[in-house]
T-cell receptor
Framework: KNQVEQSPQSLIILEGKNCTLQ??????????LRWYKQDTGRGPVSLTI?????NTKSNGRYTATLDADTKQSSLHITASQLSDSASYIC????????????FGIGTKLQVIP | DADVTQTPRNRITKTGKRIMLECSQT?????MYWYRQDPGLGLRLIYY???????NKGEISDGYSVSRQAQAKFSLSLESAIPNQTALYFC?????????????FGPGTRLTVL
């Protein structure tokens, strides 16, 4: 069964600090991995997408990495801001049709002053 | 104006009642989706539609039905609501030539079934 596991489940950091969120998956055959940010009370918004051949991709202060061999991805947030407080969801798609998209539970990040 | 809108945003109802959640989009996308989100669980797909004449069941379609009234409108119905359908419901859209299934989500509808 395709699975996506994220860690930690929750995280509290001080404003200005960096943090890294992890995503491990067992989805096969792999197509792509996407990180979404979900603010409280809102729908998820895509941050980055990574395909099999990509190792690193950045979007401002967000940098995602992918190791397709170990089936792991990370999302690194640099110089955190209060507005980074949200849930971050890892979503992995398998080849072969839309039904083969698996969502992680998410990591809830709280940035405090 | 928001690209993907959902109505109502909040709804409290009783067991056995029929409920309809509505979704509209102005993005011009062909593909529309309904998900539910529960605490401690990832988003789960209920139904999806790749065009007006195409409706597909997702992972957890039992107890739900949908209607694609137009390219821009996709509604979700609970024919006889039950308490374990209490959840946050999201509508999402995606284009036919969309980059690797990117989804654009609405703001969500919080449904409580008593």
């Amino acid at each position: 069964k395709n699975q996506v596991e994220q860690s930690p489940q929750s995280l509290i950091i001080l404003e200005g600090k960096n943090c890294t969120l992890q995503c491990n998956y067992t989805v096969s055959p792999f197509s792509n991995l996407r990180w979404y940010k979900q603010d409280t009370g809102r729908g998820p918004v895509s941050l980055t997408i990574m395909t099999f051949s990509e190792n690193t991709k950045s979007n401002g202060r967000y940098t995602a990495t992918l190791d397709a061999d170990t089936k792991q991805s990370s999302l690194h947030i640099t110089a955190s801001q209060l507005s980074d407080s949200a849930s971050y969801i890892c979503v992995v798609s398998a080849r072969g049709g839309y039904q083969k998209v698996t969502f992680g539970i998410g990591t809830k990040l709280q940035v405090i002053p | 104006d928001a690209d993907v809108t959902q109505t109502p945003r909040n709804r409290i109802t009783k067991t056995g009642k029929r409920i309809m959640l509505e979704c509209s989009q102005t993005k011009g996308h062909d593909r529309m989706y309904w998900y539910r989100q529960d605490p401690g669980l990832g988003l789960r797909l209920i139904y999806y539609s790749f065009d007006v004449k195409d409706i597909n069941k997702g992972e957890i379609s039992d107890g739900y039905s949908v209607s694609r009234q137009a390219q821009a409108k996709f509604s979700l119905s609970l024919e006889s609501a039950i308490p374990n359908q209490t959840a946050l419901y999201f509508c999402a859209t995606g284009g036919r030539t969309n980059d690797y299934n990117e989804q654009f989500f609405g703001p969500g509808t919080r449904l409580t079934v008593l």
